[in-house]
């Protein structure tokens, strides 16, 4: 069968990345019989570069004609002084709301052959890291109203809808009954209104779910626990804001950003699929990224836009199998190991893809 698939490469590192990804897809395309067809598209600095705009309406156009979106990277510091109203940032926030892509799930797992590049001591591991961080994308302060008073005052609405609660709860849910049936809300209820109507909105929720189990943390105490005894978390379900912040903590446990892919979805099948790190302008060129995150990501589209179960498998498998192997980029290496490059490790996992 034939997939659309539309690249927004973007900045920085993500072009790289990217190419890895297509590498690995296209290994899957040989194995199992698919054809995946690329429409590249701009997006974020590339796309104000080239057109003035970091999100430009063929690229909306595009990707809601697609059967899915794999994206790079956006930013980087030639923008950083470009008015807030188009920097890159806006171009991905942008996307993610044109797609109405609501729900971001980011999963976090530990590798066992990565266990030396987690900063935690082995005893805080216990029974391991393997959570997901199920955080709503489309609303809270990042699409409040932000303004900034003539005596400088900046202001950013943050503000979230029953509904919009609502449809991110029921995906936390549905996640968790896939996994080990625990959710845990994360918010700031003693302090934030937004809060409180969160936690009254899953309170309600819950007892549809009676064999899932529900717990709640403030976000300062779930970002303490995080590090003190990770195993106990399944499914954090978070806005935006706090998830954002989430789940770069959780990243880290599992050895290095550069490993965690997401996938953000709204209520059909089209979907939008990034690694959660940013476009890495300090290392972009050098051919030293991490391609991980970006074909674990390409995997999770295989899984969920395109219900491809077993091809989604054997790129994660193929993932386990190179890390297994020893290989590592430079993120993921103990300071005086041999390492190899992005292009490499793209190389040794859609080998192994092929085997
Ligand atoms: C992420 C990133 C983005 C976000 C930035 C680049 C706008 O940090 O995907 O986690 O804050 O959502
Ligand atoms: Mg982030």
Known sequence: MDYRIVLLKGDGIGPEIIDEACKCLDAIGEKYGHQF?????????????????????????????????????????????????IRPEVGLLGIRKALGAYANI?????????????????ERLGDGLDLI??????????????????????????NYTIPEIERIAHRAYA??????NHVTCVDK???????????????????????????????DNASMQLVLNPGQFDVILTGNLFGDILSDEASCITGSI??????????????????????????????????IATILSAAMMLRYSFGLTSEANAIEWAVDTVLEAGYRTSDIA??????????QMGDLIAADILQ
Not at 56 to 71: E, G, N, W
Not at 278 to 289: K, L, V, Y
Request: aromatic content about 6%; hydrophobic content about 35%.
């Open 37 to 85: 067809l690329y429409d590249e598209q701009l997006i974020g600095g590339a796309a104000i570069d080239e057109l003035g705009i970091p999100l430009p309406q063929d690229t909306i156009d595009a990707c809601l004609a697609s059967d899915a979106v794999l994206m790079g990277a956006v930013g980087g510091p030639q923008w950083d002084s470009l008015d807030p109203s």
């Open 189 to 219: 209820a003693n302090i934030l209104e937004t809060s409180r109507v969160w936690r009254e909105t899953i309170e309600r929720i819950a007892p549809e779910y009676p064999d899932i189990v529900t717990d709640y943390l403030y976000v």
């Open 133 to 158: 961080v199920c955080r709503e994308l489309t609303g809270d302060v990042y699409f409040g109203k932000k303004h900034r008073d003539a005596d400088g005052t900046g202001h950013d609405d943050m």
């Open 175 to 180: 996640l968790a009954a896939q996994r080990r």
């Open 334 to 343: 103990k300071p005086d190991e041999a390492t190899v490059s992005c292009a």
């Open 106 to 122: 980011r999963p976090a797992k530990l590798y066992a052959p990565l266990a030396d590049a987690c900063p935690l001591k082995p």
């Open 258 to 291: 550069g490993m965690l892919p997401s996938a953000s979805l709204g209520e059909g099948t089209l979907g939008l699929y990034e690694p959660i790190h940013g476009s890495a302008p300090d290392i972009a060129g050098r051919g030293i990224a991490n391609p």
